[in-house]
């Protein structure tokens, strides 16, 4: 499973980068919002650091808008990845971006319809909101596991499965059991994966142990 990073933080970036953390980045307008900086300088920031896909998003909500401001955020990095919303636009420029030979993710993805029509369309990268439908008690992963059993029974179906809108590391897990090919995640998520008491009690008892055997590696 491929982890991209939910954020548009230098620091965060950076350091799970360092981790191994980071196949790749989504961004879209709140999260560069939260920013306070101007989308193409984070975007090219981001892709300085990151090699994986850099999605950045397109705020037009007209085919020529959209393709006029994916050109313009593709031309910034190799590696940048246009995210268009799940719309008839966002599908139609979907489907002249990638025709050209660049990335696009399809974004705000609520059923496993739309997510049929991302792929016709040539999306590289599917983003079904799981978090999005746990809010209004529907429940996301469902979406996820139809999509992918859609996907499965057509292989020529080259669209890859990037769960976005995740809340616990519980949906990670869930993605990754369903086979989900990537997960966006925030930073928070990921850190909140590394802890488990067992393994503080853990590495307590070892370390009270070693102590007192009064040796020292070095
Ligand atoms: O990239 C999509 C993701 O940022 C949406 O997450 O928490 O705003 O539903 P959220």
Same mark, same amino acid.
């Given at each position: 499973m491929k982890f991209f990073?939910?954020?548009?933080?230098?620091?965060?970036?950076?350091?799970l980068n360092e981790a191994g953390m980071v196949d790749g980045v989504t961004t879209n307008p709140s999260i560069i919002a939260k920013s306070g900086r101007k989308m193409a300088?984070?975007?090219?920031?981001? @892709?300085?650091?990151?090699?994986?896909?850099?999605?950045?998003?397109?705020?037009?909500?007209? !085919?020529?808008?959209? *393709?006029?401001? =994916?050109?313009?955020?593709?031309?910034?990095?190799?590696?940048?990845?246009?995210?268009?919303p799940l719309t008839e636009a966002g599908l139609r420029a979907c489907?002249?971006?990638?025709?050209?030979?660049?990335?696009?993710n399809v974004t705000l @993805?609520?059923?496993? =319809?739309?997510? !049929?029509l991302a792929a016709k369309a040539g999306a590289t990268f599917i983003s079904p909101f799981?978090?999005? *439908?746990?809010?209004?008690?529907?429940?996301g992963m469902d979406l996820i596991a139809d999509i992918m059993t859609i996907y499965m029974n057509y292989p020529a179906l080259r669209t890859e499965v990037l769960v976005a809108s995740i809340r616990h590391p519980i949906h990670l897990i869930q993605a990754a059991k369903l086979g989900a090919h990537v997960a966006t995640l925030p930073p928070a998520v990921i850190r909140?994966?590394?802890?488990?008491? !067992?393994?503080?009690?853990?590495?307590?008892?070892? !370390?009270?142990?070693?102590?007192?055997?009064?040796?020292?590696?070095?």
């Amino acid at each position: 499973m491929k982890f991209f990073v939910d954020t548009a933080d230098i620091a965060d970036i950076t350091a799970l980068n360092e981790a191994g953390m980071v196949d790749g980045v989504t961004t879209n307008p709140s999260i560069i919002a939260k920013s306070g900086r101007k989308m193409a300088e984070v975007i090219a920031e981001i @892709c300085a650091i990151v090699e994986g896909p850099v999605s950045a998003e397109v705020t037009a909500t007209d !085919l020529p808008g959209m *393709l006029a401001e =994916g050109r313009y955020l593709r031309d910034i990095a190799k590696n940048v990845c246009i995210k268009v919303p799940l719309t008839e636009a966002g599908l139609r420029a979907c489907k002249t971006l990638s025709g050209e030979g660049t990335q696009v993710n399809v974004t705000l @993805c609520f059923s496993p =319809g739309q997510a !049929l029509l991302a792929a016709k369309a040539g999306a590289t990268f599917i983003s079904p909101f799981v978090g999005r *439908l746990d809010d209004i008690a529907q429940d996301g992963m469902d979406l996820i596991a139809d999509i992918m059993t859609i996907y499965m029974n057509y292989p020529a179906l080259r669209t890859e499965v990037l769960v976005a809108s995740i809340r616990h590391p519980i949906h990670l897990i869930q993605a990754a059991k369903l086979g989900a090919h990537v997960a966006t995640l925030p930073p928070a998520v990921i850190r909140q994966m590394y802890k488990h008491p !067992l393994t503080d009690r853990g590495l307590e008892a070892f !370390l009270a142990d070693w102590k007192k055997t009064g040796q020292s590696i070095l």
